[in-house]
């Protein structure tokens, strides 16, 4: 499945909803599914803009969400009419490319993953019953009781 990291604190807002497009200075023409990842690295100046102040996850898979088309910004006041959409601060809106995504789904557990630069492949091992719980190689005892419903 495709992955994409996206800076804490903007992953966030992705996953809880409120940031529906994804500002890139390069296009693509993947349509589809994808796997939203956090790098080890939070953009403090934008959570002090933005007022966030809670504990974020790094360095890990926290969702997935549908990439269903890419718009391009011809001008800054095409950017700034859609900043409700991408929370970008002015000094990011040299960014011409906006992801729309939709379908946002969050994980109750975050994966731990080593992310990349653009779209990049993650293979997530299948699950298999074992002992009546689902387990699967790469979710251990702390994570696999997010897949049946305990916590």
Same mark, same amino acid.
């Given at each position: 499945?495709?992955?994409?990291?996206? !800076?804490?604190?903007?992953?966030?807002? =992705? /996953?809880?909803?409120?940031?529906? =497009?994804? +500002?890139? #200075?390069? #296009?693509?023409?993947?349509?589809?599914?994808?796997?939203?990842?956090?790098?080890?690295?939070?953009?403090?100046?934008?959570?002090?803009? +933005?007022?966030?102040?809670?504990? $974020?996850?790094? &360095?890990?898979? =926290?969702?997935?969400?549908? $990439?269903?088309?890419?718009?391009?910004? #011809? !001008? !800054?006041?095409? $950017?700034?009419? %859609?900043? *409700?959409?991408?929370?970008?601060?002015?000094?990011?809106?040299?960014?011409?490319? &906006?992801? *729309?995504?939709? #379908?946002?789904?969050? +994980?109750?557990?975050? =994966?731990?993953?080593? &992310?990349? $630069? &653009?779209?990049?492949?993650?293979? +997530?091992?299948?699950?298999? /019953?074992?002992?009546? %719980?689902?387990?699967? %190689?790469?979710? %251990?005892?702390?994570?696999?009781?997010?897949?049946?419903?305990?916590?």
């Amino acid at each position: 499945m495709k992955c994409l990291s996206v !800076s804490q604190p903007f992953a966030d807002l =992705i /996953i809880s909803g409120k940031k529906t =497009i994804e +500002l890139r #200075n390069w #296009n693509t023409n993947f349509r589809g599914e994808f796997l939203i990842h956090t790098p080890i690295k939070i953009r403090t100046e934008d959570c002090k803009r +933005l007022k966030i102040t809670k504990k $974020l996850v790094t &360095g890990a898979i =926290i969702g997935k969400a549908e $990439l269903y088309d890419v718009k391009k910004y #011809n !001008s !800054s006041k095409e $950017l700034k009419k %859609d900043q *409700k959409f991408h929370f970008a601060s002015k000094k990011f809106q040299d960014k011409t490319f &906006g992801f *729309k995504i939709k #379908n946002i789904k969050q +994980l109750r557990i975050p =994966i731990p993953w080593k &992310g990349q $630069l &653009g779209f990049f492949d993650v293979e +997530l091992p299948k699950t298999r /019953i074992k002992n009546k %719980d689902i387990v699967t %190689d790469i979710v %251990d005892e702390e994570y696999r009781y997010q897949w049946i419903g305990h916590h």
